[in-house]
């Protein structure tokens, strides 16, 4: 809340310590405090203006039900996670609540920021001294004691962009569990196809081939050929001949 001090030129008609006291859902028009009109006796009864509550009452009422569903998707992940997986009907709502909240979350979170912005305004102290008729004479003092405190509001409302962020980037994570993922991904087909082995292309033949992994047909010089061939030289040597006698 915020403390006014009212300095009448009469000072046994003056109030130095008004305290006006607001708080959520901020309906200011329902904040009333009393104030010293300085002439006599005679206060005046006012009240604040504004009615902030529809933005406060909204981000709140995201914030409780974001707890909420994240508390009960904490519990089916660790405990039905067969369930959540069936059908793919588990990962699918979650996908759609996480986009659903992310949005509200921004939503909600501008909403408040705004209406925030207005309870600063309507609970500036000079403009509410401004409503008090004994502070539009110049011969009485009026004047702020204690401004409202603002910081816990205003971290609220960090709170609630973060929020937003944390649940946008929830989305990509969500959309993994689900089968549209799975099935967007293309996997190219192999057209590696394995081809048999064969040596009988360019003149080799497998079958040529013996046991002692060489060619079984006998040289001019009794010994085995080593790539399948008769090897010859062509040379008529005395046992050459004697061979062909």
């Known amino acids: ?23 959520y859902p901020f ?3 329902q904040v009333n ?3 010293p009109t ?29 707890f909420l569903y994240s508390l009960a998707a904490t519990v089916v992940y660790i405990f039905f996670q067969n369930k959540y997986r069936e059908n793919n009907r588990g990962p699918l709502i979650d996908f759609i609540v996480t986009v659903v909240f992310s949005f509200l979350w921004l939503v909600s979170s501008s909403a408040w920021a705004k209406g925030l912005s207005d309870v600063k305004i309507a609970t500036d102290p000079d403009e509410v001294l401004l409503l008090m008729s004994a502070c539009k004479q110049q011969s009485n003092k009026c004047l702020p004691v ?6 816990s509001l205003n971290t609220s409302v960090v709170f609630g962009f973060l929020n937003f962020i944390l649940w946008a980037g929830n989305i990509w994570f969500v959309f993994k569990e689900t089968g549209w993922h799975s099935s967007g991904q293309r996997h190219p087909p192999d057209t590696m196809e394995k081809q048999p082995s064969s040596y009988n292309q360019g003149g080799y033949n497998q079958d040529s081939y013996g046991p002692a992994g060489g060619y079984n047909q006998p040289g001019s010089y009794g ?8 090897q010859s ?3 008529s040597g005395p046992t050459s001949f004697a061979n062909q006698i």
């Not at 809340?1 to 305290?19: H, Q």
């Not at 204690?146 to 910081?151: G, L, W």
């Open 223 to 230: 010994q085995v050929g080593e790539y399948g061939q008769s």
């Open 33 to 35: 405090f009393d104030a």
């Open 38 to 66: 300085c002439e006599g006796k005679r206060r005046e009864k006012l009240s604040l203006i504004g009615d902030f509550s529809s933005s406060a009452e909204f981000f709140v009422t995201i914030a409780v039900f974001a």
């Open 233 to 235: 030289y062509g040379q």
């Open 27 to 29: 309906r200011l028009h």
């Open 146 to 151: 204690r401004s409202p405190v603002m910081s």
């Open 1 to 23: 809340g915020l403390r006014l001090s009212v300095d009448c030129a009469n000072k046994s008609e003056s109030d130095l310590n008004i305290d006006i006291a607001f708080a």
